[in-house]
C-alpha cells in the first residue's frame, strides 16, 4: 500500500522543501510543475505555492499547523510516542529500527504525524496533521495510536476533529499492525461520528492506499488541496495491471471532484477561511439546537400543565 | 458479469487423485513417484511391506514438511490453486445459502460473494471473497480481486445484518482489491474506509475467518471482526509480498523475502496476538481434504458464535472497540 | 410516468390470459416471444409461463396470490375501496369518471391492487398483490391507500411483508394525488424498516415510473420474475431521448441483476419455495432472537448477583 | 462534468430591459412597442398625459393577465428562461452558501446542487434543482434534470442534515429526472425511492419549495417536507405535460390539455390541500423581479422554520407521516 511512495520520491527531492528551512534566505527554488524558478522569499509568502502556476509544494506538519490555527493556540499530544520494530523487519538495504532513528535524526520528528488540539477563529478543535517527510507519512502503529488518541480526544472534550492526511499508505515495515490501525482509526472514527461530532478530512498530496481506504475518505466534509495525487493504488500500479497509459491527472484531486469522491478543492490561501466557516456552522448550530431545545422542553412543559384543564373542558 | 453458473467445487474434491505440485514438494513427488512405479513394476504384491514403509514415509515426510512451512511456503499453499474457496466452506458448513446480489446502485461483483443461510438454526449473513474454479470462472471472479460494487454489496448485506439481528460470517480470499482505473473512478478506497466504519458499530456477532489470502485492504473491507481466525495455511498481509519487494527490494522476485519479513503466515500474525484462533487443516493443506477443513472450520465458528451470542449488542461492540483500540505496538520516548 | 403501459399494449392482447378465463379449455394461446402455440391445459399447468421459452405470461392479482399462499389462507382487506375522480379529468378520449366504471366492470375488480394477509408454509405475512389489468397497474390514491394500510398491518400484526408490482407507474388521471402516493407508501415502508420487519419485493412484468421509484426498490430483498421490463423511464422513452436504439434486453429482470438493483432472478414456479425460504430465515432469526435475549439477560442477572460477592473479595 | 463556473444569476436581474416574450403576452407586447413609438416619435414630452395613461394600462392589463393566468401559461411562465433558478434566491436568502460536491461513489451532479448555508443565524442544509444559465451552463446542468448520483448526493447531504441537526430546504425546479440508459444501469428509481424513505424519517425540519418545475418523481426525490410550499406560477405535476399528452391524447402537442386536465399550477395544486403554502410572485413572474421574488420566499421560509421548530424530533416526523398518509380520495364502494 506504501506503493505511490516512489512516485514522489523525485519530486521530494526537486522540491526543495529542505533546503528552504535549512539555508539561507536567498535560496531559490525550481517548481517540479512548470520549470519556473521561484525566489525563496516570494516562495515563503506564498504559503509554497507556486506563483506562476499554482503548484502547491508540500508542507511540513508545522507549517500547516502554523498556516491553519490561531496563532499559538495549539497544544501538542503524545509528542513522544514512537515505533519500535515489532517484527524485527529486515529489508534488502535496511533494517527497520535503523531507518527509523536515521529519519527522526534527519527530521527532527519523531513520527509521521503530529497531534493535538488548537482554536480556528477562536473556536477549538482536535487535530491530526501528516507530515510526509517521515518515511513517506506512511501509517504504522504510532501514527494510528496518536490519530486514535485525538479522535478520543475530541470525542470526550466534545470538539469538532480535522485530519490532514499526507501519506503514501501503510507502513509495511510493521506488518499487520500497520493493516490494522486502519479498523482502529476507523472505529474511532465511527464512535465520533455516532456521538454526532464533525470531522473534517483535509487530503493533502499524496494521499494514497491504506490512508485512503481508511480515515481519509470517512470525512462527514472532505477538502484537499489543489492538484495533488490522491488514490487507492496509484497510477503506477494501475498502469501495472491494466497494460495501458493513463491519462494527465487520473487521481487527482480535481478527478476525485469530478468522480464525486470529495466535497471541496480549496486553494492553500484559503483553506484556514473555509475550515473557519465549516466549524462556524456547526458551532451555530451547537447554539441553535440549545434555543430549540429549551423551547421543546418549554412547549412539553406547557402542554403537560395544560392537559388536566384541558381535560376537564 | 455474465451470471453463469460456476463449478460448485474444486477438483480433489471430486475425487481427483492428489498431486505434488508445489516447489517445496519435490521430496514427496520423488517418493510418490517411487511407489507408483513400484505399484508398476510389481503388479502384485512383491514385497507388500517396502511397499507399506513407502508410504508411510511419505505420510510422515508430508507431515514433517507441512508442519514446518516457511512463510513462502505457506504463500504457495494459501494460493493453490485447488484451495478451497468460500463456497466449498459455505455449501459444507451452512444450510440453505441464499446468494443475494448487487450493491443498489451500480453492479453486481462475483469477486465478492454474499447472502442469507442457516447455521445450527440460526439465520446468518455470509460475506466471502470468491475466487473462482477454473480459468473461465476465476476470470469472471477476477481472481477474488472485488471492484468498490463488491465491498458496497457487503456493506448493504452488513446493514441488512444489523437490521434483522443476524451474525456476520466473512470469509476471507483475496489477493487484494482491485487496483484498476474504474476502481479509482467508483471510489475503492471510500468503499473499504466505509465497510470499516459500519463493521466497527454492527451491533451483532462478526467473525472473520482467512480462509486463503488475506490481501491488504481488500482483506481487512471485510474483516473487522468480534473474532479473527486463520485457516493453519493462510496468510494475512498488509501489502501483497510482490508489491512489498517491488517497493523495498526494488524488485518484486525477493517476494519470497518480503514474505518473510512481513511474517504473514497464519502461525507469524497469530504470535501478534491480532489473530484470535487458528483453525487446523488437513496434512498437506485444505486442499487434499476440503471435507474435513470444513468440518475444522465448523466447530471452529461454532465456538466462537457461541462464545460471542453471551454478550448483549452494546457490549459486543465495545468489545469488539476495545480489541482493535488495543492493537499496536510503540514506546513512550521520554 | 405511466408511458411505458403503450408498451404493454400489445402483448397484453396477444397474451390472450383473458380468453383463458372466459374461454373453454380447449383453446390455444401463442406466445408472443418464440411464436409457438400453447395447448390451453398446458399453459395452465406451466402457471403460464411458456414451456419453449420460458416466457413467463403474466398473472392477475387472484392467480399469483394462489401461486403463492397456502390454500385458503388468504384473507383480503379494504376490497371496496374504490377510486374518485377527484380532478375531474377529461382526455380526449374519455372521462376519467367513465373509464373507472369501464375498467371495473371488465375486470371485475375494483382497483388495481389486491392487499390482505395469509400464511406461506404455515407463516404469516402481508400481502398487496398487484394486477396490470386494471389501468396497467397505475398508482392512484386506492392504490397508495390499500398498499399504506396493508404495510401498517404488517406493522401491527408485527409480520414480514411481500409486494408483487406491476404497473406502468402513477396514475396521471388522479394528477398530483397519485405522485405523492410515491412519498405515501415509502413513509409507511421507512416505518416498518425502523420496526425491524422484513420488506420483500417481488417485480413482475411491467413495473415502472413511479412505482418503482418509490416501494418496488425499497425491498431488504428484491426479487424479480425472468424477462419481465422493470424501468425508471422505461426503453421508449429512453430511446425517444438519446435518439438511438437500445440494446435488446435494456431495463428487462436481467439488465437489473446485472447492474445490482435486485437481488434475485426466480422462475415462476420456485417463487413460492423462495419465498418461504426467506420467510424461515426470519422465522427462525425471531427464535433465537427470544433465546439469546433470554441468555443476556441471565448473564446480566448472574453478573448483578455476583457483583457483591465479587467487590467483598 | 467540467467544473466550470456559471453566471450567477439571470439577465433581468442584472438590469437588462424586461421583454414580453411569452405567446399569452401579446397584448402587453402590442401595448409596450405602442410606448416605445410613442417615446421615440416624440422625444420631448408632447403629451405626458397620454403616455402615462398607456404606461399605468401596461400595468394594469399586466396584472390582470397574470392573476388570471390559465394552466398552460403557468407552465410557460414556470419554464421562462429567465426565470430565477435555485441559486438566485440561495445567494439572496442564505449567508456564507458553501456549495459540496459528490454522491461518493460515482460523480456529482451539477443538475441537482447542495450545501450549507447560514438561515437567521441557523446552519441549515439546502437542496436544489439547478437549470442554470444561458445554453452552454444549462447544457452543463442537464436542463436541470438529475442523474442518480445527483439524487444520491442529497441523500448524503440529507443524512448530514440528520446528523447534525441542520434544517433541510430543498429548492424544487426540474423537468424530471433524466431518462437517460446510464440513469436506468444506475438506478434512477431505487435512487429516488431511497429519498422518499429517507425524508420520511429525517429528524429535523424539512421545508421544500417549487421554485419553477415541479416535474413528477424528479421533483419528489427532494420533496418529502414537513411544509411543501409553491411559487405563485409554478407548477407541480405527476407527468410532464408533454409526456401525458402523447399517452393520453396520442400526440404531445396536447400538452396545453393534459396540463389542464391535470391540474399542475399553484393555485390548482393548493386547492387539493397537498401544498401547504402559495408564495407571492412579482407582478408579471419571479423573473421580472428575481429580488421581490426572493423577498417573498425568505418571508415564507422564517414564517414555516420557526413554527416547525417548536416541535421536538419524534412529534416532528410523526406529523410529517400523518401529512403524507392522509394525503389520497377515494371512498368504499359498500
Ligand atoms: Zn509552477
Ligand atoms: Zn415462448
Partial sequence: MESVIEDFKKTVISEGARQLRTSPKNIVVKCPECKEIILGREYRKSLKVCSHCQYHFRLTARERIELLVDPLSFVEIDKDLVSVDPLGFVS????????????????????????????????PLALGIMDFQFIGGSMGSVVGEKLTRVIELA???????????????????????????????????AKLSEAGLPYFSLLTNPTAGGVTASFSMLGDVILAEPGGLICFAGPRVIEQFMHERLPEGTASAEFLLEHGMIDLIVQRHALRGKLAQLLLFHQAQSQSMVETTILHTQNTQKKRSQSPSSSAA | ????????????????????????????????????????????????????????????????IYANLTTWQTVQVARHKERPRATDYIHRIFENFLELHGDRSFGDDPALIGGMATFNNETVIILG??????????????????????????????????????????????????????????GQAEAIASNLALMARLPVPIIAVVIGEGGSGGALGISVADRLLMLAHSVYTVAAPEAAASILWRDNAFAPQAAEAMRISASEVFATGIVDDLVPEPVGGAHRNPVLAASHLQIALEEHLSSLKKYPPEQLVEKRYQKFRNIGCFENSR
Avoid: W
Fill in chain 1, 155 to 189: 470525542l470526550h472534550k466534545h470538539i469538532p476533529l480535522l485530519i490532514a492526511s499526507a501519506s503514501g499508505g501503510a507502513r509495511m515495515q510493521e506488518g499487520l499492525y500497520s493493516l490494522m490501525q486502519m479498523a482502529k482509526t476507523s472505529a474511532a472514527l
Fill in chain 2, 1 to 64: 458479469m455474465v451470471s453463469e453458473q460456476p463449478k460448485q467445487s474444486s477438483q480433489y474434491a471430486k475425487g481427483k487423485a492428489m498431486e505434488y505440485d508445489l516447489e517445496f514438494e519435490q521430496p514427496l513427488r520423488d517418493l510418490a513417484k517411487e511407489i507408483h512405479i513400484m505399484q508398476q513394476e510389481c503388479g502384485k504384491l512383491e514385497n507388500p511391506t517396502r511397499m507399506q514403509e513407502a508410504k508411510e514415509e511419505l505420510h510422515t515426510l508430508q507431515q514433517e
Fill in chain 2, 129 to 186: 471473497h470468491q475466487k473462482g474454479y477454473g480459468a473461465k470462472d476465476q476470470q469472471y471472479r477476477n481472481f477474488g480481486m472485488p471492484h468498490p460494487e463488491g465491498y458496497r454489496k457487503a456493506y448493504r448485506l452488513m446493514q441488512m445484518a444489523g437490521k434483522f439481528h443476524f451474525p456476520l460470517i466473512c470469509l476471507i480470499d483475496t489477493p487484494g482489491a482491485f487496483p484498476g482505473l474504474g476502481d479509482e473512478e467508483r
Fill in chain 1, 92 to 123: 534488502q538495504n535496511q533494517v527497520y529500527a535503523e531507518k527509523l532513528a536515521q529519519e527522526q535524526k534527519k527530521t527532527g520528528m519523531k513520527s509521521a504525524v503530529v497531534t493535538g488540539h488548537a482554536t480556528i477563529e477562536g473556536i
